[in-house]
């Protein structure tokens, strides 16, 4: 048995909840997209501050739409998982 | 007695091919098509850095056949969990992970496609009556605006080489300054050479003005 192996029996036999630790996983990074959707609002603003006169209102509201459904799913992981 | 040589009309048709009546070339990329790569005097599109009285002649950006690669490679990505799921033996993991798992795939598959769509949006030229406008979103977080005046350019060539860029006229044109930023360059944007006898255009008219004393 590796190390490794011999880890993972050890953690079950402890009563370790896995699937609890993928949990926490999920949660993070969707916590960290969250952030990135936050960025790209911001940065979708600024870049229309920018340069004036092209396709505003539409790639504004894809980047709020982004950010909507990046803080619904945040919010399922927590119901679900 | 017929005419031996007529030189005229020669002229006439050679300035046109040159200067800025070669519009036949863009008659359905007009500035309202937001998302055209080549635009000659847009209406209403304008960068922060430009004067009110400024004009915008020549917008450009990468031509729309530069992003068939990323495209491409969104719709391999849209496949994998569809692929995925039908190879492999997922019956291990739980149906709300393998949920969240596949929702997780597909929003970070759009935030790719929607920071490539981005970049390629944003990464503009823009060529005024007085100066070249360079806009760089090299990706989310990093933007680089670089700008010379006419006047100081010094040299222009244009690229085209390949077959893909041959077959959609597109190419790169390095334009050489005397300013801070030695180099400028708009990549695989349509039409290279007429951009280019547009700035050469555009220099020959900023030299008549110094020379009538009418520099800004």
């Not at chain 1, 630790?21 to 936050?38: D, E, T």
């Not at chain 2, 005097?41 to 990468?62: C, K, M, N, W, Y």
């Not at chain 2, 997922?90 to 997780?104: D, H, K, L, Q, Y």
């Not at chain 2, 360059?185 to 008549?208: G, H, K, M, R, W």
């Amino acid at each position: 048995m590796t190390p490794f192996e011999e880890f993972v029996q050890n953690l079950a036999l402890s009563g370790f909840n896995f699937w609890f630790l993928i949990k926490i996983l999920f949660v993070i990074a969707l916590g960290l997209y969250l952030f990135f959707a936050i960025i790209i609002v911001r940065q979708v603003k600024i870049m229309f501050e920018t340069l004036k006169g092209m396709l505003d209102w539409p790639i504004k509201l894809i980047a709020w739409v982004h950010l909507g459904i990046a803080v619904f799913i945040f919010i399922l992981a927590f119901i679900i998982l | 007695m017929p005419d031996l040589f007529v030189a005229s009309n020669h002229k006439k048709k050679k300035k046109k091919e040159k200067g800025f009546d070669n519009k036949e070339i863009i008659k359905d990329k007009g500035p309202e098509k937001a998302l055209a790569a080549f635009a000659i005097h847009p209406q209403g599109v304008r960068a922060e850095i430009q004067d009110s009285d400024e004009e915008t002649i020549l917008f450009l950006r990468r031509h729309v056949i530069t992003n068939v690669g990323w495209i491409t490679l969104i719709l391999g990505l849209v496949l994998v969990p569809i692929l995925a799921f039908s190879l492999l033996p997922f019956s291990v993991i739980p149906v709300n992970f393998r949920v969240m798992a596949v929702i997780g795939w597909y929003l970070l598959t759009f935030a790719f496609a929607f920071e490539r769509f981005l970049s390629w949006f944003f990464n503009i030229y823009i060529v005024t009556d007085e100066r070249i406008i360079d806009m760089s979103f090299v990706n989310i977080l990093l933007k680089d605006i670089s700008e010379t005046k006419i006047d100081r350019i010094q040299d222009i060539s244009s690229k085209t080489g390949g077959f893909v860029r041959s077959f959609f006229r597109f190419g790169d044109v390095h334009i050489q300054t005397a300013g801070s930023t030695p180099e400028i360059c708009f990549e695989a944007v349509p039409y290279p050479s007429s951009v280019t006898a547009v700035l050469n255009d555009l220099i020959l008219q900023e030299e008549q003005e110094k020379l009538e004393g009418r520099v800004k």
